[in-house]
């Protein structure tokens, strides 16, 4: 599995290796402010992705994995979340409108959060 940790790396280094030494690939690339984004489909995507994170509280201690897609007219988001100790795996998948690419992050939050009954954090 490949693992993308958008947090500063003083954030994420424990994180990082810890998922590679379960094996996993990993890649770090610290991210912008969704706000300076100006291209609307980027835009759309980021801010699906961020509200999965909103919703489950997210840290540089929380292994998750978001990647939406957008085709015609519908916004596609997947996500994973791992357990503290990386021994669980959570996913969830859906499709909407673009339009509702906010809520639909929301939505796949709750559904990892409820899922993984709070599994991730300390």
Do not use: W
Not at 53 to 66: I, N, P, Q, R
Not at 74 to 102: C, H, M, P, Q, W
């Amino acid at each position: 599995m490949h693992i993308l940790f958008t947090r500063p790396l003083d954030d994420c280094s424990e994180m990082i290796l810890k998922f590679k030494s379960l094996g996993h690939q990993v890649s770090h690339l610290p991210l912008l402010s969704v706000d300076k984004i100006n291209h609307n489909e980027t835009y759309q995507r980021a801010k699906a992705e961020r509200n999965v994170l909103k919703v489950l509280e997210g840290d540089c201690e929380t292994a998750v994995g978001v990647h939406s897609v957008i085709k015609k007219n519908k916004i596609t988001v997947e996500a994973e979340l791992f357990s503290l100790d990386g021994g669980r795996r959570f996913y969830e998948k859906k499709t909407s409108e673009i339009k509702n690419a906010k809520e639909l992050g929301e939505e796949i939050g709750q559904i990892l959060k409820i899922k993984s009954n709070n599994s991730y954090k300390k």
